[in-house]
């Protein structure tokens, strides 16, 4: 499979896939370091929203948002689920907005989507392009030097009289700027068993890479993965939340 159709495919099951994941704490803290870190501009994008339930609980804060994705099949639900909100299907990397905005989010690892260090680079350059003056941009990342390819997540879910497994995990070789998203997903009707497999090709890139490619745009601060507490990097985790603040 290309790195997309699965979700175009899977479009409809995608929410059920991302069942685990607190959407209201994490918009919640977004909405915190806002406050903290950034213009406490009401004007926000949300770079690969997919099916836009960030954007839901940020509009009900209070923020006039909008989203971009490359899954029309995303974007289509995800109107249906804001339709206060403006979708356009965008490349993040080659992102264009009409008027600045004060807060960018990108949650869900998808900056690692960019899928080179150079377009990655593209992609910083470009958000810090649609930033109002000391505008914020907040996502989280993994550094590619501390993945274990033998650790991975799973959960189930029940949805129309069928039992869902849906499995993901990072795998890293060791060299390179390309690391890769596994995905599996099993679906039982009926006593009749159906599974997806899929690999999504990802920009490998260490904490310190990162940095020096935020740095001439951004002040840069790093705290660990934890959307109850807000507590600075240890140095160590390989998983952790980016503020960063326009120059």
Known sequence: ???????????????????????????????????????????????????????????????????????????????????????????????????????????LYSLHYSGSIKRLADCLHQVAMALTPNGLFCFNAVDKYQIENSSYTSHCAVQDGSNFVFSSKWHYGGSGERQTLKLNIQKTCNGVTQSWQDEHPMVAVSFEELQSLLSPSFEVNIFEHDYEKLIPWDGTSGNALFICVKK
């Open 1 to 107: 499979m290309s790195d997309t159709i699965l979700y175009t495919d899977l479009s409809a099951y995608y929410d059920l896939m991302c069942a685990d994941i607190d959407y209201q704490a994490q918009s919640n803290t977004a909405h915190r370091l806002n406050k903290i870190f950034g213009n406490q501009g009401r004007k926000h994008l949300d770079l690969g929203c997919g099916t836009g339930p960030h954007i839901r609980h940020l509009i009900d804060l209070g923020y006039h948002s909008s989203g971009l994705d490359i899954n029309q099949p995303m974007l289509d639900i995800a109107q249906q689920r804001c339709p206060e909100a403006q979708f356009s299907r965008q490349d993040m990397c080659e992102l264009v907005v009409s008027e600045p905005v004060d807060f960018i989010s990108c949650f």
